[in-house]
C-alpha cells in the first residue's frame, strides 16, 4: 500500500493550485487546516471509513461543522475526496498544504521548546536570530517543556538544534561514556 504521504500529495498539490489562482491561499489555508483538524478528531476518523457512509453526506457533515459551512469549491474539492475514498487523507493533506504555502512564502516553522516561558523581547530575539541563521521567515510555536531544565530545543523542518540543559547533560554522559 502507498504511503500515506505519497497518496496526499497530488490532492495537496491540487488545493494549492487552486487557491494560488484564486488568489486566496490565507481562506484555504485555514479551510484545510480546519478540515484536518476535524477529520483527525478520534470520533469523526473512526466514522470516516464507513462504506454506507454516502459523500454527499461527508460534505453536508463537514459544511455543517464549519463556522460559514463550505464554499462551492470547498464543497466540490470535499465531495472529490468523499468520492475517492480519500477525505480520512485530509490531516496529511492539511500538513502538505501548509508545507507548499511555506515553500511558496519563503517561509518555515520553527517549535521552540522551552523550560520556561518565553515572552516579549527575548522571544523575539531568539525568532530573529533564528531567522537569520535559517535565512528565511519563521511561523514560531513555542512549547513548555519543564524536563528541558532550562535552555531551549529548536525545530525548523527536520533540523534540531539542542541547547537545553537536559540535552548538554544528555552529551556529556555520553562523552564519559565513550
Same mark, same amino acid.
Given at each position: 500500500?502507498?504511503?500515506?504521504?505519497?497518496?496526499?500529495?497530488?490532492?495537496?498539490?491540487?488545493?494549492?493550485?487552486?487557491?494560488?489562482?484564486?488568489?486566496?491561499?490565507?481562506?484555504?489555508?485555514?479551510?484545510?487546516?480546519?478540515?484536518?483538524?476535524?477529520?483527525? =478528531?478520534?470520533?469523526?476518523?473512526?466514522?470516516?471509513? =464507513?462504506?454506507?457512509?454516502?459523500?454527499?453526506?461527508?460534505?453536508?457533515?463537514?459544511?455543517?461543522? /464549519?463556522?460559514?459551512?463550505?464554499?462551492?469549491?470547498?464543497?466540490?474539492?470535499? /465531495?472529490?475526496?468523499?468520492?475517492?475514498?480519500?477525505?480520512?487523507?485530509?490531516?496529511?493533506?492539511?500538513?502538505?498544504?501548509?508545507?507548499?504555502?511555506?515553500?511558496?512564502?519563503?517561509?518555515?516553522? /520553527?517549535?521552540?521548546?522551552?523550560?520556561?516561558?518565553?515572552?516579549?523581547?527575548?522571544?523575539?530575539?531568539?525568532?530573529?536570530?533564528?531567522?537569520?541563521?535559517?535565512?528565511?521567515?519563521?511561523?514560531?510555536?513555542?512549547?513548555?517543556?519543564?524536563? /528541558?531544565?532550562?535552555?531551549?530545543?529548536?525545530?525548523?523542518?527536520?533540523?534540531?538544534?539542542?541547547?537545553?540543559?537536559?540535552?548538554?547533560?544528555?552529551?556529556?554522559?555520553?562523552?564519559?561514556?565513550?
Amino acid at each position: 500500500m502507498a504511503e500515506i504521504s505519497t497518496v496526499a500529495r497530488p490532492y495537496a498539490e491540487a488545493a494549492f493550485k487552486l487557491a494560488r489562482a484564486s488568489g486566496s491561499v490565507p481562506a484555504w489555508s485555514d479551510l484545510v487546516s480546519s478540515l484536518g483538524a476535524i477529520a483527525a =478528531d478520534p470520533q469523526v476518523a473512526s466514522r470516516l471509513d =464507513d462504506p454506507g457512509l454516502q459523500p454527499a453526506n461527508l460534505v453536508a457533515f463537514f459544511g455543517s461543522v /464549519l463556522p460559514g459551512g463550505l464554499a462551492p469549491e470547498a464543497k466540490n474539492f470535499v /465531495l472529490m475526496l468523499a468520492e475517492n475514498g480519500r477525505i480520512a487523507l485530509l490531516p496529511e493533506i492539511a500538513a502538505q498544504f501548509h508545507g507548499l504555502r511555506n515553500a511558496a512564502e519563503g517561509r518555515a516553522d /520553527l517549535v521552540i521548546e522551552s523550560a520556561f516561558a518565553l515572552e516579549g523581547a527575548e522571544l523575539a530575539g531568539l525568532v530573529a536570530s533564528l531567522e537569520k541563521k535559517f535565512a528565511r521567515k519563521l511561523n514560531y510555536s513555542v512549547v513548555i517543556v519543564p524536563e /528541558l531544565i532550562g535552555g531551549v530545543r529548536v525545530t525548523v523542518g527536520d533540523e534540531v538544534l539542542d541547547a537545553s540543559v537536559r540535552g548538554r547533560l544528555a552529551q556529556m554522559a555520553t562523552a564519559l561514556q565513550s
